[in-house]
């Protein structure tokens, strides 16, 4: 069992940054591969970003790829996503989750524990 929480979100101006956060409870972090999720109103729940326990494998989606990066700090049981150059559209609740094993789905269906989400909205 683990517990996701996120953190960080907020309102930013387009061109901004933001450091979105996610600790987790399981003294087993290390061994879980990670990801962030979107979800924009109206819209489904989208794939953003993973990286697998071992760092090995990190994914972007395209319309993140080159402004974002996913980075996590096992010895604090926390995983990062930095997001550069924001834009309007990348406003959304932002989820991250976690898995077991060393894939990195691109769908929310491959992940088993989620947080509540936390908002980001970009003004223009």
């Known amino acids: 069992q683990v517990q996701l929480v996120e953190s960080g979100g907020g309102l930013v101006q387009a061109g901004g940054s933001l450091r979105l956060s996610c600790a987790g409870s399981?003294?087993?972090?290390?061994?879980?591969?990670m990801g962030w999720f979107r979800q924009a109103p109206g819209k489904e729940r989208e794939f953003v970003a993973g990286?697998?326990?071992?760092?090995?494998?990190?994914y972007y989606s395209d319309s993140v790829k080159g402004r974002s990066t996913i980075s996590r700090d096992n010895a604090k049981n926390t995983v990062y996503l930095q997001m550069n150059s924001l834009k309007p559209e990348d406003t959304a609740v932002y989820y991250c989750?976690?898995?077991?094993?060393?894939?990195?789905?691109?769908?929310?269906?491959?992940?088993?524990?989620w947080g509540q989400g936390t908002q980001v909205t970009v003004s223009s």
């Open positions: 399981a003294r087993t972090f290390s061994t879980y591969t």
């Open positions: 989750a976690a898995k077991s094993g060393s894939t990195v789905p691109t769908t929310s269906s491959g992940y088993i524990y």
């Open positions: 990286r697998s326990w071992s760092g090995v494998t990190t």
